[in-house]
């Protein structure tokens, strides 16, 4: 059952021609990252998934690290937490229940001032959309239940696996740009707003691109492979780089 929260915003229509502007989801809009907060609820719901994802921890904890293999280690932690389950509607009612449950501490991870700049958009008329790695259900129940946003969101897709519900289709690096213009966004990017080197394609896509909230070790790459005076910004996301916005 969807969340009954309350109304979303209201926006003028997206105009004829508007600009297509895309907004990540994790560090961007939210200080963290949400679909490891979920399924680490998941996963501590019961002693026995603890256990179990500790088991396969050795094994695949450090495919998170790389790009290459990172959607099968995100996908062993999404099956131990969701093993039992063999529908996406299961996990979705999964995910409505800790949003639900954990209003105000994800509400403390939302950043105002990514929010401030989404709205900005909407208010002008433009075409807004959420491109993110985690399962379309968190950000959207996030954003409309916590944030009241109604803004579309893509993202990566899951389904019955191997006795769980698992990603599928990992929303990431090059397949966000495919996800996004197979989900009907064909206008050209005009503004990308994102912390992640792995969303490169899409800031490369972008005529504005814009880096924020970045790790300190990324600069420098941004900073090299991106058009020069691409805005490199904080939007007050501690622990992050970036020129702070006030």
Same mark, same amino acid.
């Given at each position: 059952m969807s969340l009954a929260g309350p109304e979303p915003r209201e926006y003028p229509p997206v105009r004829e021609g508007a600009p297509l502007v895309v907004?990540?989801?994790d560090h961007t809009l939210y200080d963290g990252d949400s679909g490891g907060h979920l399924f680490k609820w998941l996963i501590k719901r019961r002693w026995w998934r603890i256990g179990l994802a500790l088991l396969i921890a050795p094994v695949f904890a450090p495919m998170i690290a790389f790009l290459p293999t990172r959607r099968v280690g995100i996908s062993a932690f999404v099956w131990a937490g969701t093993i039992g389950f063999h529908r996406r509607r299961d996990l979705d009612a999964l995910i409505d229940r800790y949003v639900a449950l954990h209003t105000g501490v994800i509400k403390s991870h939302l950043l105002p001032i990514a929010l401030d700049v989404l709205h900005g958009h909407r208010e002008a008329?433009?075409?807004?959309?959420?491109?993110?790695?985690? $399962?379309?259900? +968190?950000?959207?129940a996030i954003l409309a239940f916590v944030a009241h946003e109604d803004v579309p969101v893509v993202g990566t897709q899951v389904?019955?696996?191997f006795g769980a519900v698992?990603?599928?289709?990992?929303?990431?690096?090059?397949?966000? #740009?495919?996800? &996004?213009?197979?989900?009907?966004?064909t206008a050209p990017v005009a503004i990308a707003y994102t912390d992640s080197s792995a969303d490169l394609p899409l +800031? &490369?896509?972008?005529?504005?691109?814009?880096?924020?909230? $970045?790790?300190?070790?990324?600069?420098? #790459?941004?900073?090299?492979? &991106?058009?020069?005076?691409? $805005?490199i910004l904080n939007w007050g996301c501690p622990g992050r780089a970036g020129e702070p916005v006030r």
């Amino acid at each position: 059952m969807s969340l009954a929260g309350p109304e979303p915003r209201e926006y003028p229509p997206v105009r004829e021609g508007a600009p297509l502007v895309v907004f990540d989801f994790d560090h961007t809009l939210y200080d963290g990252d949400s679909g490891g907060h979920l399924f680490k609820w998941l996963i501590k719901r019961r002693w026995w998934r603890i256990g179990l994802a500790l088991l396969i921890a050795p094994v695949f904890a450090p495919m998170i690290a790389f790009l290459p293999t990172r959607r099968v280690g995100i996908s062993a932690f999404v099956w131990a937490g969701t093993i039992g389950f063999h529908r996406r509607r299961d996990l979705d009612a999964l995910i409505d229940r800790y949003v639900a449950l954990h209003t105000g501490v994800i509400k403390s991870h939302l950043l105002p001032i990514a929010l401030d700049v989404l709205h900005g958009h909407r208010e002008a008329g433009d075409q807004v959309v959420v491109a993110t790695g985690a $399962p379309p259900e +968190l950000a959207r129940a996030i954003l409309a239940f916590v944030a009241h946003e109604d803004v579309p969101v893509v993202g990566t897709q899951v389904g019955p696996r191997f006795g769980a519900v698992v990603a599928t289709r990992h929303c990431h690096n090059e397949m966000k #740009m495919v996800m &996004l213009r197979e989900a009907g966004f064909t206008a050209p990017v005009a503004i990308a707003y994102t912390d992640s080197s792995a969303d490169l394609p899409l +800031l &490369l896509a972008a005529r504005k691109p814009v880096v924020v909230n $970045p790790k300190a070790d990324r600069v420098e #790459m941004f900073r090299g492979v &991106l058009p020069p005076g691409t $805005p490199i910004l904080n939007w007050g996301c501690p622990g992050r780089a970036g020129e702070p916005v006030r």
